[in-house]
């Protein structure tokens, strides 16, 4: 695999691929085990293994929790709506985080001790 590639492609994905192949090996585990009762079809095997939510990054799953997100109940407006709030929550934080709090960080935490203070009491 590294003398079939320049060596930038092959850094890029090398995670993806260590992901593939742990998935793969849990599954030939799961099955040796019976953990998983029968050998998963060939579309399932690549759903499995290239699911969106964990081919990337991680994180790794069995292929029983793996069928319980592709066969989980069905969407409803109530999950709609945690959803909604849940990114509104993220994004005031977000906001709060890079845009309010280091304005108010030197007065909580002084870290150039309270010579910025000091200044802004002098001008008054």
Known sequence: ELHMM???TWHKMRGSQMVVAMKAVSLAFDLDKGIVEK???PVEFMGY???VGTVIFGPWISFNSYMDAV???KLSVSWFLKSVFSCVKSQLCLV?????APYLFPYFIPV???KLLR??????
């Open 119 to 124: 200044n802004k009491k002098r001008k008054i």
């Open 39 to 41: 050998f998963p079809s």
């Open 112 to 114: 150039f001790g309270d």
């Open 6 to 8: 320049d060596t930038t």
């Open 96 to 100: 709060i985080s890079n845009c309010i």
């Open 49 to 51: 293994i290239y699911f």
């Open 71 to 73: 066969e989980s109940r």
